[in-house]
């Protein structure tokens, strides 16, 4: 069973500095894209930013230049390094891992999206 933990959420000023956390544990036999979304009050959940297995990132506009998004395969992690945080910035935000899982049946295994269980940012102006 595949269990996805983040941390790092929080209270913060304006202009203020933020890194979350989200690490995998469980059977994986492999993990491919990660990605950060957020969903904040009365609005649709966003892609914040992802990266690749090969490293390559792409992010929101309108988070570039503010926030880097990184990856730890040896620790099955990914990061969201949040700086020059903005009111607007604040939502729930999570993880979201496309893993790769052992299988009886199907000898490459199988391939499925996991979410977070979410982490509040809180801006404030």
């Known amino acids: 069973q595949v269990q996805l933990v983040e941390s790092g959420g929080g209270l913060v000023e304006a202009g203020g500095s933020l890194r979350l956390s989200c690490t995998a544990s469980?059977?994986?036999?492999?993990?491919?894209?990660m990605g950060w979304y957020r969903q904040a009050p009365g609005k649709e959940r966003e892609l914040v930013a992802g990266?690749?297995?090969?490293?390559?990132?792409n992010y929101a506009d309108t988070v570039k230049g503010r926030f880097t998004i990184s990856r730890d395969n040896a620790k099955n992690a990914v990061y969201l390094q949040m700086d020059s945080l903005r009111p607007e910035d604040t939502a729930v935000y999570y993880c979201?891992?496309?893993?790769?899982?052992?299988?009886?049946?199907?000898?490459?295994?199988?391939?499925?999206?996991?979410w977070g269980q979410g982490t509040q940012v809180t801006v404030s102006s």
């Open positions: 979201n891992l496309d893993l790769t899982i052992p299988s009886r049946t199907f000898v490459r295994g199988i391939t499925r999206r996991y």
């Open positions: 469980g059977s994986i036999s492999n993990i491919n894209d």
């Open positions: 990266i690749t297995s090969a490293g390559s990132t």
